[in-house]
């Protein structure tokens, strides 16, 4: 009998401590003061969160639990609003609340609107495509891809300009490089084939280790176009 009541004693001690273990892992969404002070150690600002909403269940999958999404503005710039996503989710043979993960569209909606602003008084082509919020792994994040084509040795000098501004305005702005934001440049020669063109990314993941001077990103994208070419002659006919 000692026994039974032993094992039942460290039956409910196992559940109530596992209880507090998913409490205290963020099983929970946070509050908005919460989110409010992620941002502000993030980028050293002060923000107001305006709303929040949960996210539809149509992009709930394996092991995430709830989404929520805030609108948030800098407190100085209440006419300024971008999202920020939390998740919860489990991470280990399905338990829930092992991750409580944040990730927002700060950076990314500011180089978004330099790059317009840097670009209006050009003749650039581009076009925008938002993702709110896109999913990878479990986790749920936002990305920005920036259409640049067609892109020559004509306007490439103007490109590079542009994106290096871009780049310099946000950093100024937020102090951070623009997580997020993908830049995929068509880059073609008139005098190129009309099926031949090449295709360059530049992302966060290059940004990591990568200077913004417009003279680097010119030589960055004119090594790739040279990489591209050497490739069609090593396959050509």
């Given at each position: 009998m000692a026994g039974k009541i032993k094992a039942r004693?460290?039956?409910?001690?196992?559940?109530?401590?596992l209880a507090l273990?998913?409490?205290?892992?963020?099983?929970?969404?946070?509050s908005k003061r919460e989110v409010e002070e992620y941002l502000e150690k993030q980028y050293g600002?002060?923000?107001?969160?305006?709303?929040?909403e949960s996210v539809t269940d149509d992009y709930y999958e394996d092991d995430v639990w709830r989404v929520r999404a805030y609108t948030v503005s800098p407190k100085d710039d209440l006419q300024t609003q971008f999202f920020v996503f939390n998740t919860v989710e489990g991470e280990s043979f399905g338990v829930p609340g092992l991750a409580n993960r944040l990730s927002d569209t700060y950076s990314l909606d500011i180089f978004g609107r330099a790059f317009e602003t840097r670009a209006a008084d050009t003749d650039v082509e581009y076009s925008f495509d938002y993702f709110y919020p896109v999913k990878s792994s479990s986790v749920y994040y936002s990305d920005l891809y920036v259409n640049i084509?067609?892109?020559?040795?004509?306007?490439?000098?103007?490109?590079?300009?542009?994106?290096?501004?871009?780049?310099?305005?946000?950093?100024?702005?937020a102090?951070?490089?623009?997580?997020?934001?993908?830049?995929?440049?068509?880059?073609?020669e008139?005098?190129?084939p009309e099926d031949q063109s090449c295709l360059i990314r530049i992302d966060s993941f290059y940004l990591s280790g990568f200077d913004t001077n417009t003279e680097t990103i010119e030589k960055y994208i004119l090594d790739e176009v040279s990489k591209y070419q050497k490739r069609l002659q090593q396959t050509g006919p």
């Open positions: 004693v460290c039956f409910v001690g196992l559940i109530c401590t273990l998913l409490t205290s892992c963020g099983f929970r969404l946070m600002q002060k923000f107001t969160v305006i709303s929040s084509g067609p892109v020559s040795s004509g306007n490439l000098e103007t490109v590079c300009m542009i994106l290096s501004q871009a780049y310099a305005d946000t950093f100024e702005k102090q951070v490089m623009p997580s997020g934001v993908s830049v995929m440049l068509t880059y073609k008139p005098a190129w």
